[in-house]
């Protein structure tokens, strides 16, 4: 069979699987090539790629194993010539039968939505509907969605910070498509600043005569928005050129009444460089920070993983992980995806044994001794190993060896008794340290994200 046949086949059978969107998304697909294990698609729609992949993949396998009484695979591609050639074709078409086929209303709205989700630049899983909120991040959510309910009303500037990957992007992206479905009239766009550094070099560096009119383009595709997402700000460090830039389009979008929501992994004073008229103007409106999910977060999360994934896995798989990945919601996902593609490819149930075999969390913290969290934490603290195993009772010095305690009873799962030999101490004072630093994280955040960091420093 050659790949129009195989395609042909199993378009049919999805005319009747997927039939509410097949001739928005499916229809338009066109088969280029066939490696035996792969057919290659191409569209004539930027969207579909992603839309097809989130919504449609079960359907497009099932159908294309039916056609060729095997298990293959497909890529979809965005070919532009292709979109011109297909845009052509059905206008030529629709003048020669003198009428247009109405779309349903659902149709309608589904091919509006996608147009301005794609020129917004947004990703279509970051919504406000799939976001878990837990403690660290339930202020940022509500002033979030008081953006996204009153664009440029409340909080203009929103300023959303924290370290990397806690969510500022997928809140960030999750009001724009708020927007965009309760209020269509508006036009949104999401950038990263990286990307717009990169847009802005682009038309500064091209040649020709045309470079005012360029530049000109480029201000107003930034300009003439009526919600602007910057994503990472903090990529701005020492661009100077590019400074300027952001200055005069924030000033632009202010001055009218546009709503700014921008992300960054510090606050503006923290950023070097970066020009007072700026960090001001940064901090005008509302600044909020996201910080680590806490375990309880972090396992909701993973359910709400496992939910959008379709994947049954018992509940001790979810403990097992948020345990052990505690720095970050991507760290969580990778490694949730990671154990579900596993269970997956060998076809057997997402057990807590199977996670434990997969991801080897107990065997990296057995090679992790106490004196390696000890030098963590006196690293972070300033603080020496001899320091440690002194009697000094200073505050520093002992608060420090308190952490170092807790550290290193959480990573190795060492005995009180094995802590107290290597510390010098007493087997209780060992355990009053745990306890009580145990005990303080639940209500002081910057304790929590110091130790979070320190996990980051012994476990890599």
């Not at 600044?287 to 680590?292: A, E, F, L, S």
């Amino acid at each position: 069979m050659d790949f129009n046949e195989i395609w042909s086949i199993a378009k049919e059978e999805l005319k009747t699987t997927v039939p509410a969107t097949f001739n928005m998304w499916i229809e338009p697909l066109k088969a280029v090539s066939f490696d035996g294990n792969i057919l290659n698609l191409i569209t004539p729609h930027a969207l579909a790629p992603q839309l097809i992949k989130s919504q449609h993949d079960a359907k497009m396998l099932k159908a294309l194993k039916n056609a060729c009484n095997k298990n293959i695979s497909y890529t979809v591609i965005y070919d532009e010539d292709f979109a011109k050639r297909y845009q052509k074709e059905k206008r030529k078409e629709l003048a020669n039968l003198k009428k247009i086929t109405e779309k349903s209303e659902e149709e309608k709205l589904l091919d509006n939505l996608a147009q301005m989700q794609s020129s917004a630049n947004l990703n279509l899983k970051y919504k406000f509907s799939n976001f878990v909120v837990g403690e660290n991040s339930r202020f940022a959510h509500a002033a979030a969605m008081t953006v996204a309910q009153n664009p440029a009303k409340k909080y203009n500037p929103l300023f959303i910070y924290g370290a990397s990957g806690l969510g500022k992007t997928h809140l960030m992206q999750a009001i724009g498509h708020y927007i965009i479905f309760n209020k269509p009239k508006l036009k949104v766009k999401y950038i990263k600043t990286e990307e717009y550094f990169n847009e802005l070099i682009k038309n500064l560096q091209t040649g020709g005569n045309d470079k005012t009119n360029r530049m000109d383009k480029f201000r107003q595709k930034y300009r003439n928005v009526d919600v602007l997402l910057i994503d990472d700000i903090q990529f701005l460090e020492s661009k100077t050129f590019t400074m300027e830039e952001i200055f005069h389009t924030f000033d632009s979008l202010h001055n009218n009444n546009k709503q700014i929501v921008i992300t960054s992994d510090r606050l503006p004073k923290d950023i070097p460089t970066l020009p007072d008229r700026l960090r001001t103007r940064f901090e005008m409106g509302l600044m909020v920070d996201i910080t680590p999910p806490d375990f309880e977060t972090r396992v909701a999360i993973l359910k709400n993983l496992a939910e959008m994934a379709g994947v049954n896995a018992e509940f001790e798989v979810f403990e097992y992980i948020a345990k052990n990945f505690v720095n970050n919601v991507r760290e969580l996902e990778g490694a949730f995806n990671k154990v579900s593609a596993y269970a997956d490819i060998e076809k057997i149930d997402l057990t807590l044994d199977f996670a434990k075999k997969v991801l080897k969390c107990d065997d990296i913290k057995k090679q992790i001794t106490i004196a390696d969290t000890a030098k963590a934490v006196g690293e972070y603290y300033g603080v020496s190993i001899s320091d440690f195993l002194s009697s000094a009772r200073n505050q520093r010095v002992s608060s420090a060896r308190q952490v170092a305690v807790y550290v290193a009873r959480e990573i190795t799962q060492k005995s009180f008794e094995a802590i107290a030999d290597y510390f010098q101490k007493k087997h209780t004072t060992m355990l009053y340290s745990y306890d009580k630093v145990k005990n303080e994280i639940k209500t002081n955040k910057e304790l929590e994200n110091s130790i979070n960091e320190i996990r980051k420093m012994i476990i890599k």
